[in-house]
């Protein structure tokens, strides 16, 4: 998506913002607004859905790749999903 990203500033001819060398994680909200920072997804589950709104908005949302891509990673979501955690067994297991 780093790649989608690139090619469409390329394309669109839009100028680098400043990075930003503080910690954002210790800043509060207000800062992070003030500064139009925003976050990054907090899961893959929301991290697929910002991609896949983002492809479907473009006009790689026609490309093989990128839907392969969006729907190998619902897939790992699901996986990831159903999983039994370390913490799971630990805390529940003793229960039965």
Known sequence: ???????????????????????????NPEELQKRDTGSLPGNLFEAVSLTEKALLCGKRSESMVFRNF????????DNYLTQVSAYEVERYLPLL
């Open 1 to 27: 998506m780093i790649l989608v990203a690139g090619i469409d500033r390329i394309e669109k001819k839009t100028a680098l913002v400043d990075p930003t060398v503080e910690n954002v994680y210790e800043m």
């Open 70 to 77: 969006v729907q190998n990673k619902k897939i790992g979501w």
